[in-house]
């Protein structure tokens, strides 16, 4: 890698709601990266934050956080976010070490797996969000330079427009083995469009195939309003996720996808840092409680 992205890239759209979001998960994975227990290596995630003008100033290193990992947002909320890194890194590589090389990631943000990751060389990489993003996204890594390690194909759509033609239309096959991963999307996106978007992944997989998503069992998100993370984050950086958080009733997607013939396992994020002796464990009023992570895979029927 060299050079260095400019000071000042910013795209409409990245800077404001979800995109945001995007922008603090990569601040943490670049303190993840910096950290001497590193559980995930993103050289790239700092230049995000550099080249967007609304989180300029925030840290990339847990040594630029005054009060380190006992501050909730950078210490605790950002291990969290390398924690989830990690367990999805491993996911990911695990499911195309057999027959699939076809990775959807959905709502990829600044995911930057094609570039940090070993793909197998015949590996093809669809990374699915929205064109300010992308955009953004591009415009970064392009002045870096960096170079994707397999095919990286960006497919600008929002998940709630026909993105499934959208896909296909790139290039993904349908009747060959994918890896699918939704990281830190579906508690966005109303009900029915979760539903709809587990639907979709099971109507265009094959057997062989596998998908990993985050989910939050919260009834009451509220009730975590006071929670650590979350008034750090609102207060620090002036993210409120429980606003941006869809308010509806969230379907069962691990059900259903049972119920569809699909094996699941469900995890909590203590469960990782049990296994991985690093990240979060429970807190009273922990924002983090009801947060499982979820593993399926298609079978041969």
């Known amino acids: 890698m060299t050079g260095t992205a400019p000071q000042h890239t910013d795209v409409e759209g990245v800077n404001a709601g979800v995109g945001l979001t995007a922008l603090l998960v990569a601040a943490a994975r670049a303190i993840e990266t910096h950290r001497h227990d590193s559980l995930a290596q993103d050289i790239y995630a700092e230049h995000f934050v550099r080249a967007a003008p609304a989180c300029a100033n925030w840290p990339v290193r847990i040594e630029q956080v005054p009060d380190g990992d006992g501050n909730p947002l950078w210490g605790r909320f950002a291990r969290y976010f390398g924690l989830r890194t990690r367990v999805l890194d491993d ?170 013939g699909w094996s699941t396992s469900m995890y909590t994020p203590f469960d990782f840092t049990r296994r991985h002796r690093r990240g979060p464990l429970p807190e009273l009023n922990d924002a983090l409680e009801g947060n499982r992570w979820v593993f399926a895979h298609k079978p041969s029927p």
Do not use: M, N
């Open 91 to 260: 996911f990911l590589l695990r499911s195309v070490r057999t027959s699939a090389r076809q990775v959807v990631l959905l709502g990829a943000g600044l995911d930057t797996r094609a570039f940090r990751l070993d793909w197998p060389s015949d590996c093809v990489i669809f990374e699915i969000d929205r064109a300010a993003v992308l955009t953004f996204k591009h415009q970064v890594l392009t002045d870096l330079p960096a170079t994707p390690k397999a095919t990286r194909v960006p497919v600008t759509v929002d998940l709630r427009a026909d993105w499934a033609t959208a896909l296909t239309t790139a290039g993904f096959d349908p009747a060959a083995p994918s890896v699918w991963l939704a990281e830190g999307l579906l508690f966005y996106l109303p009900g029915p469009a979760e539903t709809y978007l587990i639907d979709t992944v099971d109507s265009l997989t094959t057997e062989g195939s596998t998908l990993a998503f985050e989910a939050k069992l919260e009834k009451d998100l509220q009730a975590y309003r006071d929670s650590p993370i979350y008034t750090a984050t609102r207060e620090q950086i002036g993210i409120d996720l429980l606003h941006l958080f869809d308010k509806g009733p969230r379907p069962d997607s691990a059900g259903d996808l049972t119920a569809k």
